[in-house]
């Protein structure tokens, strides 16, 4: 009780001065207190008794204290501000201002906040509670970004763990398209088998995609789905960058190269590119993540697609039925499919890209779009097996039909609407092979 008499009396009320003199309290106008580590305990992987532990109690309450206080106390909770109350002191001849000590507060507010938050998600996590009844979303802020969405916005990169995976080895600093780009890079390069793969990104849309074991082979053929498209894009690579590999890359203007390292050749060779952006995400976990999504004061919460397709997930409705290549192909294509802002069309062979469709308020829009760049860019021998996926079904035969006039010869759809016998009968009637998630 003196302590906290002492940090919250407010200094001017002539009650409070008289309540202090007779229980011999004196004021308290300094406080500094480290909290518990319990981040890094968390971190750690300690026992559950040992994170319980590192709870703070007492340092909270005092940080509180003395933070609602702060017209009359000072308080400090955060070390890398000790040089400030040094240089506050010695300017003001032993007192702080009003400015400052409301600085710190709101500074200690933050972490208090924060503090709890870690806390409460912490065991949230072990007692899967996904949706609590209150909801506190926290993070560290990384770095400020060069704009936002547009150059007029501002933009800054919070994480929930001290860093965020991710080394940007060279290059100016990213903006929040360019995050963007690397976030949608890398969820499509960790459906991919391990070392296996790569991705063109342009604005959160994949331009082009292959899970090629040949590295360089596969960055070609993510690139010639739509060279127009990846000038300017993000490359995401799912193993190290070779020399070779560094050199083709160098060949196109890209904005961001992200992989899971690069050799020292590789990064004398892309460094001559004084701009450009190189990420190493060798690091990067995707577990347990959740993605959100705020406007107009609410938050969209989701966990992250993570699942990693296989045949048992899919059933085939028609009866022409696929060969195990064309499968493979149809499970690509509804992988890469997922990626790809809604309605989502994607046309491959090879586990290989050759046209996507990507957001448009109309599947049959999609579709078409999907057709031209495949016309555009890819040359379709008559006897090649092409693949569709689309990422809902359809609701109409005028899309399948338009995907199998095209050349399709197989399709992958989630199942649910009222017409699917339609659409089973259409591809019976074709001869086309299709396939329900």
């Known amino acids: 009780p003196k302590i906290h008499a002492g940090i919250l009396n407010i200094r001017n009320n002539k009650k409070h001065k008289k309540d202090l003199k007779k229980l011999n309290i004196p004021n308290i106008d300094l406080v500094i207190v480290n909290l518990y580590p319990f981040e890094k305990k968390l971190s750690e992987k300690a026992s559950f008794n040992k994170v319980v532990e590192q709870i703070d109690i007492g340092g909270s309450a005092l940080i509180r204290a003395a933070a609602k206080n702060f017209n009359d106390v000072t308080v400090i909770s955060n070390n890398l ?133 040949n590295q360089i082979t596969s960055f070609r053929n993510s690139f010639e789905c739509d060279p127009l498209s990846a000038f300017g894009g993000v490359v995401g690579i799912n193993s190290v960058v070779s020399k070779k590999l560094a050199l083709e890359l160098n060949k196109i203007f890209f904005e961001v190269i992200v992989a899971k390292g690069f050799s020292v050749d590789a990064l004398k060779i892309l460094k001559r590119k004084k701009n450009l952006r190189i990420i190493d995400a060798s690091n990067l976990k995707l577990k347990n993540i959740e993605n959100i999504y705020s406007n107009f004061n609410s938050i969209l919460i989701q966990s992250s697609d993570t699942k990693l397709f296989s045949v048992n997930d899919f059933k085939i409705v028609s009866n022409k039925k696929p060969n195990p290549t064309i499968i493979k192909n149809l499970v690509f294509a509804f992988n890469i499919c997922r990626f790809v802002k809604s309605n989502a069309i994607v046309i491959a062979k090879n586990e290989t890209t050759i046209g996507i469709g990507s957001g448009q308020p109309s599947r049959l829009d999609s579709c078409e779009i999907a057709i031209n760049k495949m016309k555009k860019f890819n040359k379709i021998e008559n006897n090649e097996k092409i693949v569709a996926a689309s990422d809902a079904f359809f609701p109409f035969v005028d899309g399948i039909e338009k995907l199998v006039q095209s050349g399709v010869s197989a399709i992958i759809q989630p199942s649910g609407s009222i017409r699917d016998k339609e659409i089973i009968k259409f591809a019976n009637q074709t001869k086309t092979i299709l396939v329900f998630s």
Not at 116 to 122: F, G, I, K, L
Not at 157 to 174: A, E, M, Q, S, V
Not at 182 to 209: F, Q, W
């Open 81 to 213: 501000d000790y040089d400030k109350l040094i240089n506050e002191l010695r300017f003001n001849k032993g007192r702080t201002s009003f400015k400052f000590r409301r600085e710190m507060a709101t500074k200690a507010f933050n972490l208090s906040a924060y503090y709890d938050s870690v806390v409460a998600n912490w065991l949230n996590r072990l007692l899967d509670i996904k949706f609590p009844e209150k909801k506190t979303i926290y993070g560290k802020l990384i770095e400020r970004l060069r704009y936002g969405e547009n150059p007029h916005q501002q933009g800054g990169l919070y994480c929930t763990n001290n860093n965020l995976d991710l080394k940007k080895i060279h290059g100016k600093r990213l903006s929040y398209n360019n995050y963007n780009d690397v976030y949608a890079a890398l969820s499509i390069l960790k459906s991919y088998k391990k070392n296996e793969g790569s991705v063109i990104i342009k604005h959160a849309n994949p331009s082009g995609a292959s899970s090629e074991k």
